[in-house]
């Protein structure tokens, strides 16, 4: 049972461009989200994250928004650049609980 | 500052045979957490430890698996005994007390053969 889905294994985009990553769960519970990115061989890298209580968060070319009635977040990169390319990953925890429920994670290409 | 470490990067046993992965967390870091991915998957929790304590074990295979954190050194994750299921990729995190957004080793990854 996934409790937290990315349904799309792979994107591409022009260099320049926004890319809109997609996430949804299926858990009420969950009330704290995040997106790592991971490059090969390498360990997850926190990226951003939000609360509940939020519905948007921005840092810098990265902005992530939560709608919590269709149980949807999404990550936005613009511009996009070369060194995005990586696997992005969508993750989730319940308040009370330390561990986070993540993702199948989406390949992102960005092309120059 | 160091960040995660996590010793060796790459592992082979063989099966029936015992794997020790190892992890210092970063430097002020109390919370240690253990995640496996399997090919073309995400990361599956499997046990969050605090020194000398196991707060929750609930991500971690019955058998075979067992993890520390004693108070001094770094954690272990071990695995005894192991089949080719078990061929994965072990990261560690660390965070301190209040933060979720904790900081992964590099990883190790283990095949069995």
């Known amino acids: 049972d996934q409790q937290v889905k990315q349904n799309s294994p792979s994107l591409s985009v022009q260099e320049g461009r926004i890319s809109i990553l997609n996430c949804d769960y299926t858990?009420?519970?969950?009330?704290?989200f995040l997106w790592y990115k991971k490059y090969p061989a390498e360990g997850p890298t926190f990226l951003i994250s939000?609360?509940?209580?939020?519905d948007k968060n921005e840092d810098g070319r990265f902005t992530v928004f939560l709608n919590k009635s269709a149980k949807h977040l999404s990550l936005h990169i613009v511009p996009s650049q070369p060194g995005d390319s990586a696997v992005y990953f969508c993750?989730?925890?319940?308040?009370?609980?330390?561990?986070?429920?993540f993702g199948s994670g989406t390949q992102l290409t960005v092309l120059p | 500052n160091a960040g995660v470490m996590q010793n060796p990067r790459h592992l082979v046993r063989r099966r029936g045979q015992e794997a020790r992965l190892r992890c210092s967390p970063m430097?002020?870091?109390?919370?240690v957490y253990w995640y496996r991915q399997l090919p073309e998957e995400g990361l599956k929790f499997m046990v969050y430890?605090?020194?000398?304590?196991?707060?929750?074990e609930s991500g971690m295979p019955k058998e075979r698996f067992s993890a520390e954190f004693p108070k001094e050194g770094p954690s272990i994750l071990r695995i005894q005994q192991v089949v080719r299921g078990d061929s994965a990729a072990y990261f560690c995190?660390?965070?301190?007390?209040?933060?979720?957004?904790?900081?992964f080793g590099s990883g190790t990854r283990l095949t069995v053969v």
């Open positions: 995190a660390s965070s301190p007390d209040t933060v979720y957004g904790y900081t």
């Open positions: 858990n009420s519970m969950f009330d704290y």
């Open positions: 939000i609360s509940s209580i939020k």
């Open positions: 993750a989730a925890a319940p308040g009370s609980a330390r561990q986070l429920t």
């Open positions: 430097k002020g870091h109390s919370h």
């Open positions: 430890l605090q020194k000398e304590n196991i707060i929750d």
